[in-house]
């Protein structure tokens, strides 16, 4: 048989599972919990075409200006470039699409109604994604949200610093101007029972993330500040720790935000007691080096066996076992082996608690049946396609999956509202399916074959990368925060509008054809022509099958299934 394309998709998917003519993968798109469309958002912004790069990565993601900021990016850790030189900067490049593609944007169009209503408890990432896509389904949304904001942990545990709160609010109010209601300063289970929300909507959705803190069992931790508490705390009105030494308790994320914030507050001195290694942290190698400009200490392989109190009950120092191993059970417990060593002494007058969160699952017992829905071995909600043991209500995010990335509960809430359309309709939950907008902006769904085999092409499949020279990864520009105009100022300033094509411009496009011509000029038998959108076959009964157009192809986009004559 003649050579077989993998081209890039046509139209703008929001769930794109059958993968229909992508007989090829790139890594990145493999990696990215949404499975984003990165490679026609890169080439739109090469072309200058801002808006273009963010219809289509709206689409997929409704928080691309959040993701583009706070996500850690698992796509450029897998990045073909990075074997020619540096990875690309996808997430600073999905940022820029998010903040200057927003002129000319056209936004989705809601369907007709549909007549059945649903109730979202959360408005965090996957609340809030579930019901933008339940709304342009055509559903009636009500989110039910504890919080005085809409937003979740974008809005409420990360500091302006990182995520200013008027990026989160814009595209909370995107999703708001579908007509999507978000009833604030409203707790399930104790202002509105669950029981209630069932009868009176036909689906409900339980998206409140992991929001109890995990407190270590050692002395006096009760006198520890709740990690996400502080934060939440100082997002909603900033606090004062001038002359005060912190000490941190754990070593994530969410850690370090409190450590950042702290000094921000004016501490005298922040230090951070953490399981891992510095080399094992489980942040990005950006926030060690933050860690270390802002004088934070990281004291790692220790884990914090007590709280000293002084004579009227206040923290004065935390004591530290060093760590030789450790490991979690399947319900979250610490396992740690300790090494024969001192214990170290930091001095602290305010310790913060940050050592992981679980869900909070309360409200359930206002739900009648629903208190006794089936659990995960970590007291999360068990799911299949969303649905929970109870028909009708369903789960996403954290309190389904357990802890994960922002951009995975979005995934997971975005899943969600098309397995709600789906039972709302009398189908079976979780089949199958491809999703995408058409050219008036309306969803559009079909159900899919299956998803298509494909290879995932590596750097080596790429035999001609010739047309691609050797160029520096574009890094946005970045204050320092003693630089900052105010504390809180947001410390990356993005990329400029030539950095982000140039960037753009660096992309390989691994498996998805970019029309380049190389495959037609390389062809011996003059089989090949292109055609007004991609390489065509003229003559496929005269392939020679010599692969001189899979050498040729700079993206590693062509393949072959030969006869079977070939091989005798």
Known sequence: MPPVFSREAGKTYIINDSRTGQAHASPCENACPLRNPIQKMEKALADGDAA???????????????????????????????????????????????????????????????????????????????????????????VFEASPVAGG??????????????????????????????LTNVEVGKDLALSDIMREFDACLAAVGNRRERRLDIPGVEKSLAAVEFLRANNLARGDLSGKRVV?????????????????????????????????????PAEVAQADDEGVAIHGGNLASGVELDPVGEPRAVRARRVDAFHFDEGGNLHAEFADAPETVLPADVVICASGLMPDLEFLRSGGELAGVARTPRGGIAVTSAMSSVPGFFAAGECATGPSLVSSAIASGRRAAFDMDAWLRGEAPGRPLDAWLDEEGRIETAPAPGAAEQKEVAFADIVNDSFKSRAPRRAPKSKKAADAFFAFEELDQGLTPEDAAAEAERCLHCGHCQT??????????????????????????????????????PGGCISFKFPLHTFL
């Open 516 to 553: 380049c011509g190389e495959c037609v000029a390389s062809c011996p038998g003059l089989i090949l022509e292109m055609g007004e959108s991609s390489p065509v076959v003229r003559y496929p009964d005269e392939c020679w099958h010599c692969g001189c157009c899979r050498l040729a192809c």
């Open 248 to 284: 941190v308790l754990g070593g994530g994320g969410v850690a370090f935000d409190c450590a950042f914030t702290a000094r921000r507050l004016g501490a005298e001195s922040v230090a951070l007691v953490c399981l891992e290694s510095r080399e094992a942290l489980r942040v990005p």
């Open 52 to 142: 273009g790069a963010l219809s289509v990565l709206r689409a997929s993601n409704p928080f691309p200006g959040v993701t583009g900021r706070v996500c850690p990016h698992p796509c450029e850790s897998r990045c073909n470039r990075a074997e020619r030189d540096e990875a690309m900067a996808i997430r600073s490049l999905e940022r820029f699409a998010a903040d200057h593609g927003a002129a000319g944007l056209r936004h989705p169009v809601r369907r007709p109604a549909s007549g059945k209503k649903i109730a979202i408890i959360g408005s965090g990432p996957a609340g809030m994604a579930a019901a933008w896509y339940s709304a342009l389904l055509g559903h009636e949304v009500t």
């Open 153 to 182: 942990t974008p809005r409420l545990s990360i500091p302006d610093f990182r995520l200013p709160k008027d990026v989160v609010d814009h595209e909370v109010g995107i999703i708001l101007s579908r007509g999507v209601r978000v």
